[in-house]
């Protein structure tokens, strides 16, 4: 009787090492074929793995050429903005208030510090709610406007950020997750590494 017992239990740690050899040598496979900004997704994942959503927005197009309202009511396109690396938020005005605010605390906190340019995009129908929240913020120099229904990868989650370059090349997405906003410092700290910042 024994003797079965331990065959059975030999049986099953076996396959236990199986299995997580198996997803150990996907994960370093994966790792090796990605990008750098890549790279750092697919840390996100396995660092949120069973706690988080984390999202590729990189397969959906973003035309960062599209006409931008600013504060001022001035419109124009969002990539005669972009001079070189630019770290945005994306905002969908409808999400949830207390994330909205959270990021923005966030961002407003990292623009403080860091030397890369940043553009928070609200997308909203209603210019006076935009208007009010930039304002109210202060963060209506940096601050615009987007068209409703334009970019899809707000159907993933109504935040997220980004990096888009001059040739309007966009990487490094990331979308915060509500149980722990302060990974967004992470990742803050992420993009000062991955540019030299």
Not at 47 to 57: A, N, T
Not at 122 to 145: A, C, G, H, P, W
Request: with cysteine; proline share 5%; net charge positive.
């Amino acid at each position: 009787m024994k003797y079965k017992y331990y065959i059975i239990t030999i049986i099953i740690l076996f396959i236990a090492f199986a299995i997580s050899s198996y997803i150990a040598i996907k994960t370093i496979k994966e790792k090796e074929s990605l990008s750098e900004c890549g790279s750092l997704r697919v840390q996100n994942i396995l660092l949120k793995e069973g706690f988080f959503h984390s999202y590729d927005f990189s397969r959906y197009p973003l035309d960062l050429n599209m006409q931008v309202t600013d504060a001022s009511f001035n419109n124009a396109p969002l990539s005669s903005y972009i001079n070189g690396p630019t770290l945005f938020l994306f905002i969908d005005a409808t999400g949830c208030n207390k994330c909205i605010m959270e990021n923005i605390y966030r961002i407003k906190k990292f623009k403080k510090t860091c030397k890369i340019p940043i553009i928070v995009g609200v997308q909203t129908e209603d210019y006076s709610l935009f208007r009010s929240l930039v304002l109210q913020n202060n963060i209506d120099k940096y601050s615009f406007m987007l068209p409703t229904k334009w970019y899809e990868g707000f159907k993933l989650n109504p935040i997220f950020y980004f990096v888009a370059d001059k040739y309007l090349n966009t990487n490094c997405f990331f979308a915060p997750p509500d149980a722990f906003p302060s990974l967004t410092d992470d990742y803050f700290q992420k993009v000062i590494e991955l540019y030299s910042i």
